[in-house]
Nanobody, 118 residues
Framework: QVQLVESGGGSVQAGGSLRLSCAKS????????MAWFRQAPGKEREGVAY???????MYTDSVKGRFTISQDDGKNTLYLQMNSLKSEDTAMYYC????????????WGQGTQVTVSS
């Protein structure tokens, strides 16, 4: 049974930083990918950042240069470092894992709220 548990959300002023963490337990399979998604009120869930088992990275355009996805050496914890936060980054952020690069959405965490005030 795969479990993903996010932490690190909170409230911050525009221009500030936050680091989200996602603790993974359970076996997926060797070549899985992991990702961060977000969903703002009234909007569809969108993929923010992806990391493959081999370390390939992908970001949505709106966060390039500001957000960094990474994982620890044991690949048990996924991170999202968010710098230069903007009010439009306000959303519920979800950790996800999956089988297909660019989707990575077979397993989900419960989400952590990020609120950026201007």
């Amino acid at each position: 049974q795969v479990q993903l548990v996010e932490s690190g959300g909170g409230s911050v002023q525009a221009g500030g930083s936050l680091r989200l963490s996602c603790a993974k337990s359970g076996y997926i399979y060797d070549n899985y990918c992991m990702a961060w998604f977000r969903q703002a009120p009234g909007k569809e869930r969108e993929g923010v950042a992806y990391i493959s088992a081999r370390g390939a990275l992908m970001y949505t355009d709106s966060v390039k240069g500001r957000f960094t996805i990474s994982q620890d050496d044991g690949k048990n914890t996924l991170y999202l470092q968010m710098n230069s936060l903007k009010s439009e980054d306000t959303a519920m952020y979800y950790c996800a894992a999956g089988f297909y690069w660019g989707r990575c959405n077979n397993y989900w965490g419960q989400g952590t709220q990020v609120t950026v005030s201007s």
